[in-house]
């Protein structure tokens, strides 16, 4: 009998107490490794909270891009992209370290470095420490606010008479809010990723930043909803037309990542300029240069073709497969886009390849604390919204309803 109250199963408890263990084990090594070498820490830390902020973000996006669509595949999983926009007030207590660790990680913080500098000089009305943090407070406002009254809303549809009032008004404010989403994605992956070298510009870097977020997110949904199908309530609820929109979600965030990620490629080749084409140059050398075509195999051609056939898509085995190797794969295509930037300083020129032990502990550490709390708002709500207009359709038996 299914379970009507759709609760989490206790093998969820199990998964958060074993992420908490890792996540604080993590921390711990972490803290060793900032009295060891203090600037090494905060480059791996970078790595690991923009990972993690990433699947946030990429879970926001998608929430509202499913409010606006709807669909059978929104329902099943809109319980677990609320909750990974729940974790905002983590993902800001987490971005305080970065706040002290400004020095080791942006050259632009330098005021020596800047005065003798003619372009950052011209920048510095940008790049400036009190505006870095003001925009960083505005982005995080934004999301708050929005993301606040998605939830809000959600939590009251379970409980009144008329769903189909709260659902216009997740509808209404997921439009105007996904451009905003867009903008402030944008500044931030500016401010964060790409001032790392203050000399490279890429106009497309911040639409590049989002889909990498989106295809993140994604790999991280299938990933938790085959987990959940393999427990009560959820094992009577997914069918293989749930994980087949999914599998083809990933494939098209699979495809749009590529798409964008050539093209950055393509435009900046094309226009062979000085200021640009270093940042290419720095990573397609030695083992770079192999790094990029482990990128090009295993983040773009291998998903690509094992998600291609319809009845892999339907297999949760094969797509949790996919989702976990896509997984992997971003923090290998994240470490080689800011890499070079924050081994070798600004404009990683002649930057050899390394890698610290911190860049696998930081990760997993801050990973394990995001995984914890995540689970821990994942809890507090039934696993699907139980009085959407939409639920019957979309966990009624059948292959239609996409």
């Known amino acids: 009998m299914m379970d009507a109250a759709y609760t989490a199963p206790p093998e969820l408890d199990r998964l958060k107490q074993r992420a908490l263990i890792v996540g604080v084990i993590g921390l711990a090594l972490a803290a060793v490794g900032f009295f060891i070498n203090k600037d090494q820490f905060f480059r791996s830390y970078l790595l690991g909270y923009i990972y993690w902020l990433g699947i946030s973000l990429g879970c926001f996006a998608i929430l509202m891009i499913q409010h606006l669509s709807g669909g059978a595949w929104g329902i099943v999983i809109r319980r677990i992209l609320e909750s990974a926009t729940r974790t905002f007030p983590l993902t800001l207590i987490l971005f305080i370290p970065i706040i002290f660790g400004l020095h080791s990680l942006f050259t632009w913080t330098h005021t020596e470095?800047?005065?003798a500098d003619a372009v950052l000089s011209a920048k510095k009305g940008y790049l400036n420490i009190p505006f870095f943090l003001a925009r960083a407070a505005i982005y995080f406002l934004v999301w708050f606010v929005i993301s606040y009254l998605l939830n809000k809303w959600s939590k009251q549809q379970d409980e009144s008479t008329d769903p189909k009032a709260e659902k216009s008004k997740m509808?209404?404010?997921?439009?105007?809010s996904l451009v905003l989403l867009g903008a402030t994605m944008t500044f931030a992956s500016i401010d964060w990723l790409m001032s790392l070298d203050p000399h490279w510009v890429s106009t497309i870097f911040g639409i590049l930043f989002m889909g990498g977020q989106a295809l993140s997110a994604m790999a991280f949904i299938i990933t938790m909803i085959v987990f959940l199908a393999n427990f009560k309530p959820m094992n009577e609820v997914i069918?293989?037309?749930?994980?087949?929109?999914?599998?083809?979600?990933?494939?098209?965030?699979?495809?749009?990542?590529?798409?964008?990620?050539?093209?950055?490629?393509?435009?900046?080749?094309?226009?062979?300029?000085?200021?640009?084409?270093?940042?290419?140059i720095n990573r397609l050398h030695g083992l770079w240069k192999m790094l990029a075509g482990a990128i090009i195999l295993f983040h773009f051609a291998l998903p690509f073709f094992l998600l291609?056939?319809?009845?892999?898509?339907?297999?949760?085995?094969?797509?949790?497969?996919?989702?976990l190797l896509v997984v992997v794969m971003r923090y290998v295509d994240l470490y080689w886009l800011i890499g070079p930037h924050v081994t070798h300083g600004e404009g990683g020129h002649n930057a050899s390849f390394s890698f610290s032990w911190m860049d696998?502990?930081?990760?997993?550490?801050?990973?394990?604390?995001?995984?914890w709390y995540f689970i821990n708002e994942l809890k507090k709500r039934p696993l699907l919204p139980i009085n959407d207009p939409e639920l019957d359709g979309a966990i009624g038996e059948g292959e239609g309803g996409h």
């Open 239 to 280: 069918a293989g037309r749930h994980l087949n929109d999914l599998g083809k979600l990933m494939l098209a965030f699979v495809l749009l990542w590529a798409y964008f990620s050539f093209s950055q490629f393509l435009i900046i080749w094309s226009g062979n300029l000085p200021e640009e084409i270093p940042w290419y």
């Open 171 to 176: 509808q209404d404010l997921s439009g105007p």
């Open 360 to 371: 696998i502990v930081l990760p997993i550490g801050v990973g394990g604390i995001w995984l």
């Open 308 to 323: 291609l056939p319809r009845k892999a898509n339907r297999n949760p085995r094969i797509l949790v497969s996919v989702a």
């Open 113 to 115: 470095v800047v005065n």
